[in-house]
């Protein structure tokens, strides 16, 4: 069974700090990863997609890859509270055809 | 564009009861996933459509759970009969075209409570 591993947290900064969140993966084959944001309630949303080595930005947010070490993160920059939600890091399971999820990391951003 | 619509919104039954649930995917998305979220997990998949073919069901608890996406549009979930460890959230989720870089989108979920 492949599978994602995160820290479920809470992960607490405060506002304006750098959150940093991890994930490793047991899939070698795998060429796509994915963030997903998901406040509570809510159905999780696309945030980042990275699909080769090095880092990835788009406006506060960064995602970096190695997957020689089948590991993933995502940086978040001068971090909100509406930033606080939780995290979940997924990979495309290439013999599924489908994203296969980790349980999540929860976020909390102090005022 | 709409999103992907699901009801109910919530859902509580007691155990041994049956319940289904409602999909309908953004126009023209081919590809229909229903996901499985436990309180304090991330999402499993429990089947995968294309078109109005299974692609997955590996996951699928086929002793209870069923589903069909007969036209290859909307798709309804069933369970009968639900089991205490059923309590979950079930999300609805589509895709355009089965792509290694495809972009899921999710519906707002059903929250089923099994009593």
């Known amino acids: 069974q492949k599978e994602v591993e995160q820290n479920s947290g809470p992960l607490s900064v405060p506002e304006g700090a750098i959150a940093s969140l991890n994930c490793t993966y047991s899939?070698?084959?795998?060429?796509?990863f994915f963030w997903y944001r998901q406040y509570s309630g809510k159905s999780p949303e696309l945030i980042m997609s990275i699909y080769s080595n090095g880092d990835k930005e788009d406006g506060r947010f960064t995602a970096q890859l190695n997957k020689a070490s089948q590991y993933v993160s995502l940086l978040i920059r001068d971090s909100q509270p509406s930033d606080s939600a939780t995290y979940l890091c997924?990979?495309?399971?290439?013999?599924?055809?489908?994203?296969?999820f980790g349980s999540g990391t929860r976020l909390q951003v102090q005022p | 564009e709409a999103g992907v619509a699901q009801s109910p919104r919530y859902k509580i039954i007691e155990k041994r009861q049956s319940v289904a649930f409602w999909c309908n995917p953004i126009?023209?998305?081919?590809?229909l996933y229903w996901y499985q979220q436990i309180l304090g997990q991330g999402p499993k998949l429990l089947i995968q459509?294309?078109?109005?073919?299974?692609?997955?069901d590996s996951q699928l608890p086929k002793d209870r759970f069923s589903a069909e996406r007969l036209k290859g549009v909307d798709s309804t979930l069933k369970i009968q009969p639900a089991k205490l460890e059923d309590s979950a959230v079930y999300l609805c989720?589509?895709?355009?075209?089965?792509?290694?870089?495809?972009?899921?989108?999710f519906g707002s979920g059903t929250q089923l409570s099994v009593l």
């Open positions: 899939d070698r084959v795998s060429q796509s």
């Open positions: 459509f294309q078109n109005n073919g299974v692609v997955d």
């Open positions: 989720a589509s895709s355009s075209h089965h792509s290694q870089n495809e972009k899921l989108f």
């Open positions: 126009s023209g998305h081919a590809t």
């Open positions: 997924a990979f495309l399971d290439t013999g599924r055809r489908a994203l296969t």
